[in-house]
T-cell receptor, first 111, second 116 residues
Framework: RKEVEQDPGPFNVPEGATVAFNCTYS??????FFWYRQDCRKEPKLLMS???SGNEDGRFTAQLNRASQYISLLIRDSKLSDSATYLC????????????FGAGTQVVVTP | GAGVSQSPSNKVTEKGKDVELRCDPI?????LYWYRQSLGQGLEFLIY????????KSGLPSDRFSAERTGGSVSTLTIQRTQQEDSAVYLC??????????????FGPGTRLTVT
């Protein structure tokens, strides 16, 4: 079983709608989490860091559920430009700095 | 300011040849990471440098892979006797350790390696 797992999608979302998807992690020592967006044939770009229970940045909200070992990302008022693959990365307390990534969730926002 | 840079952006090599991939981290970032990403896959951790500490090489897939970081800045990932399964995008990232929110990693554009 992979340490970090994501639903590959695609999540097809009408423009203006809300979409949410989860990232589950198996290592209970995971302490910090990072959401990246990756456009086709581009490098991942940091979207949000989560060091405690959650984080919010504009239309994007991340929520961490330590009991169930997952972190979610919610996108409100989806824009066409939000179409991308969203990667989840987890960092454990015994390997600070090393990120374990999921395979990503593809989001497609349609007009 | 300048982000992470990598060179070359694309590399095509014949099976069995050695290749060197270069990474220039963000100025002042003390931590440097190498990952690789195969088509349609997530990022696979390879190696991690932090300051003068011994690197974490736990992700290197075989002894054909090695990396060094000179002067605490530029890093070179070397793959010897390349195999077709080495074909992937090799991504470098850096982060600023020691301060709040310092584990955030910023990625370079990657080197797309194709082994024929």
């Amino acid at each position: 079983r992979k340490e970090v797992e994501q639903d590959p999608g695609p999540f097809n979302v009408p423009e203006g709608a809300t979409v949410a998807f989860n990232c589950t992690y198996s290592n209970s020592a995971s302490q910090s989490f990072f959401w990246y967006r990756q456009d086709c044939r581009k490098e991942p770009k940091l979207l949000m860091s989560v060091y405690s229970s959650g984080n919010e940045d504009g239309r994007f909200t991340a929520q961490l559920n330590r009991a169930s070992q997952y972190i979610s990302l919610l996108i409100r008022d989806s824009k066409l430009s939000d179409s991308a693959t969203y990667l989840c990365g987890a960092m454990t307390t015994d390997s600070w700095g090393k990120l374990q990534f999921g395979a990503g969730t593809q989001v497609v926002v349609t007009p | 300011g300048a982000g992470v840079s990598q060179s070359p952006s694309n590399k095509v090599t014949e099976k069995g040849k050695d290749v060197e991939l270069r990474c220039d981290p963000i100025s002042g970032h003390t931590a440097l990471y190498w990952y690789r990403q195969s088509l349609g896959q997530g990022l696979e951790f390879l190696i991690y440098f932090q300051g003068n500490s011994a690197p974490d090489k736990s992700g290197l897939p075989s002894d054909r892979f090695s990396a060094e970081r000179t002067g605490g800045s530029v890093s070179t990932l070397t793959i010897q006797r390349t195999q077709q399964e080495d074909s992937a995008v090799y991504l470098c990232a850096s982060s600023l350790r020691g301060l709040a929110r310092s584990y955030e990693q910023y990625f370079g554009p990657g080197t797309r390696l194709t082994v024929t």
